[in-house]
Each structure stands twice: as structure tokens, then as C-alpha cells.
């Protein structure tokens, strides 16, 4: 009776003791909070890095070199141009939105360049997003990283499949799905009925600093076949919603 009781005892130890660690595993370790700052991350860290927007021109100095929103050459915060900061979870696939009912991205440029880092500042190409006629409303935007440093940040388009054969929407240079912006809940002339707010879906590839493989990105590859929006119940007045869930 005593050694089993011992054994009771030390299994309930051991479970303590995964827990913990699972617990220390999962901490955020990441203490940078400025998307203009440089950090290195590991899995279920936070990440924090923005998305600005503005003009595609305003993004590029002397109208030939891309520089980050970091870049105080840019001059951005001297432009017609707003920021989003996010904060995800590193290696865990994330939807970003925003709310497009107050803020019009058509006002502001109509592109969007997500970014962070300043020393090792990493820039997304600039992304059309709206303008007076069309409106992007799904994005999928990857973050790569290596031994746990952002290199890269683009966005990954798969075409015009998921909106083929739906006269709601256009096919913009064969690679957007856009609806028009007439439609969409907005200011001014359009006053729209369709809420067309932003939907960012988000993943993460390469490695961690402790050089462990970011896999969802691969995961959301093998997700495209279901609507990205329906996986999230908390969407579901979301355009894609509205229009069959195309996406």
C-alpha cells in the first residue's frame, strides 16, 4: 500500500512538473513592443509589428527605394497616412481585421506595407487595397523568420479562383479579388449596405531562436479549401459572409 501510494504521489509530482514547463514554454519572452525596435522571438512569443497606410509613392524614397515606415526619411507621419499595430502570437495562424466602417483605406492612399524592425527592418510590398472604384477586402500576409529574426513579410496571393464566376466581384491584375466600393458601408457618396472591413489572415515560417520550425504557414496551406472566415463564429456579418463565403 505505501509503494503505491509513493507512486501516486510521484506521478502527481511528475504532471506538476510537465505542467510547469508547458507553462514556461508558453510564456511570452518577448519584452519589445515597438514594431520600430529589433527583437528575436521564439514559439507562442508575441510579435509586434504594423501595417501603414498611404500612398503607394509615399513608401519609396526618391521614388525608386522602398524603405520601412521606420525610416524617418520617409517622412510618413508628415503624409496623408494612418498605422495599425498588431501583436500576434508567433507560429500561431491569426485573422487581423479592421473595421472599415470608420476608417476609409481609400482616404489614406489606398495601399498598405506591413513592417517592423529598424536595423533589421523588414517591409511587405506595398498591397492595393481600396480606391473610389474597388476594394480588397482578404489578405493573407506571411511573416518569415530565421534563428528567430523577421527577414521577410509578403503578402500571398493565390489568384482569382475564389472569386471566379461571382459578378460581385473583380479580378484586379489577376491576383485581388475586389468588390465595388460603391457597395461597401462608407462615408461620403457611397453609404453602401455591404460591411467590407479588412480581414488579414496571418501565418509564420522558418525558424524560432532556439531554431524550432514555424509550420503554420503550412497549415494554412492545407486550410485553403475551407472558407477563411468561417473559421472564425465571431465574423459572420463579414463580406465574405454576406457573399456566399467565398473565401
Known amino acids: 500500500m505505501a509503494t503505491l501510494t509513493a507512486l501516486k504521489a510521484l506521478l502527481v509530482f511528475l504532471v506538476a512538473i510537465a505542467s510547469a514547463l508547458f507553462l514556461v514554454k508558453s ?16 514559439v507562442s512569443d508575441g510579435f509586434t509589428f504594423s501595417i501603414a497606410f498611404s500612398s503607394r509613392t509615399s513608401f519609396f524614397f526618391n521614388s525608386s527605394l522602398q524603405l520601412s515606415p521606420c525610416d524617418r526619411r520617409l517622412a510618413l ?12 502570437k508567433v507560429d500561431e495562424i491569426s485573422l487581423l481585421t479592421i473595421n472599415t466602417s470608420s476608417f476609409y483605406p481609400q482616404n489614406y492612399g489606398g495601399y498598405m506595407v506591413a ?3 529598424r536595423k533589421y527592418a523588414a517591409r511587405s510590398l506595398p498591397a492595393f487595397v ?18 528567430g529574426r523577421l527577414q521577410n513579410l509578403y503578402w500571398k496571393r493565390d489568384g482569382c479562383a475564389k472569386c471566379s464566376g461571382n459578378s460581385e ?5 489577376n491576383q485581388d479579388c475586389a468588390i465595388r466600393t460603391s457597395v461597401c458601408k462608407s462615408n461620403g457618396s457611397n453609404g453602401g449596405s455591404v460591411d467590407c472591413s479588412l480581414g488579414i489572415q496571418l501565418a509564420f515560417s522558418g525558424t524560432d531562436k532556439h531554431f524550432t520550425a514555424l509550420n503554420s504557414w503550412y497549415e494554412v496551406e492545407n486550410l485553403r479549401q475551407y472558407s477563411l472566415y468561417g473559421l472564425y463564429s465571431n465574423l459572420k456579418n463579414s463580406l465574405t459572409s454576406q457573399y456566399s463565403k467565398i473565401f
Open 169 to 173: 466581384f473583380v479580378c484586379l491584375n
Open 77 to 88: 507621419t508628415g503624409q496623408n497616412s494612418q498605422i495599425s499595430v498588431f501583436r500576434p
Open 115 to 117: 513592417f517592423a524592425g
Open 130 to 147: 481600396a480606391n473610389n472604384t474597388y476594394t480588397v477586402t482578404s489578405f493573407t500576409l506571411v511573416l518569415e523568420f530565421k534563428k
Open 27 to 42: 510564456e511570452d519572452t518577448n519584452k519589445v513592443y515597438s514594431p520600430c525596435t529589433d527583437t528575436t522571438v521564439q
